[in-house]
């Protein structure tokens, strides 16, 4: 049972490459939401979906783009990566999207952008 | 806009000691403050969370205590250990938001034994 899985853990790009991240979840969740984590600023909401087929804009939507594939996956897209997208990115998942708030996390993706 | 101020950033406490770590917010539709802790390496986790119709609420060594007149709420960790040694975050949502939390900026707690 592993939960939720993010993929690469690691990654570095250049300017203007693009890459996607990742996320997969066998807890059989219908919510599931990317952030990115930044040192000071906490946790920020980039995208989430609320069920399979729906996906919403958080606090910093720009510069990313995301797809929900299924039930299971939910995934991040770069298009053209920025040194200010160089962060540790995180994916979580929620049973339903009621304020229940407690977020289950993946271990992280740290991208480093030069 | 950081909609959770969280403070301080950094907290050292010797074993045994509590450690209190702040939090602010500004929105009067929040209505739900969870606290998350964040191992090295790892992602965070749900630790205790509180709703405004209670001031208090106890999980073993960890307390919330919530005041809503002054938008601030506060975790304290009684006896503290080594093993609690991480980065500790609150958040807040409105019910409307369903799970979508807006975390504070973090406070990377060191216990010394």
């Known amino acids: 049972n592993a939960g939720v899985t993010q993929t690469p853990k690691f990654q570095v790009l250049k300017t203007g490459q693009s890459m996607t991240l990742q996320c997969a979840q066998d807890?059989?969740?219908?919510?599931m939401y990317w952030y990115r984590q930044d040192p000071g600023m906490g946790l920020r909401l980039i995208y989430y979906?609320?069920?399979?087929?729906?996906?919403d804009k958080g606090e910093v939507p720009n510069g990313y783009n995301v797809s929900r594939l299924n039930k299971r996956e939910f995934s991040l897209r770069l298009e053209s990566a920025a040194p200010s997208q160089t962060s540790v990115y995180f994916c979580?998942?929620?049973?339903?999207?009621?304020?229940?708030?407690?977020?289950?996390f993946g271990e992280g993706s740290r991208l480093t952008v030069l | 806009q950081q909609q959770v101020k969280q403070s301080p950033q950094s907290l050292i406490v010797q074993k045994g000691g509590i450690s209190i770590i702040n939090c602010a917010y500004e929105?009067?539709?929040?209505?739900?403050f969870p606290w998350y802790q964040q191992f090295p390496g790892k992602g965070p986790a749900l630790l205790i969370a509180?709703?405004?119709?209670?001031s208090e609420k106890k999980e073993g060594r960890f307390t919330i205590s919530f005041n809503k007149s002054a938008k601030q709420f506060s975790l304290h960790i009684m006896d503290s250990q080594p093993g609690d040694s991480a980065t500790y975050f609150c958040?807040?949502?409105?019910?409307?938001?369903?799970?979508?939390?807006?975390f504070g900026e973090g406070t990377q707690l060191t216990v010394n034994p």
């Open positions: 979580a998942t929620t049973p339903g999207d009621a304020n229940t708030g407690e977020l289950f």
């Open positions: 807890m059989n969740h219908n919510s």
């Open positions: 979906s609320a069920s399979e087929g729906t996906t």
């Open positions: 929105n009067t539709a929040f209505d739900y």
């Open positions: 509180i709703r405004p119709d209670v």
């Open positions: 958040a807040a949502s409105p019910e409307t938001s369903g799970s979508r939390l807006t």
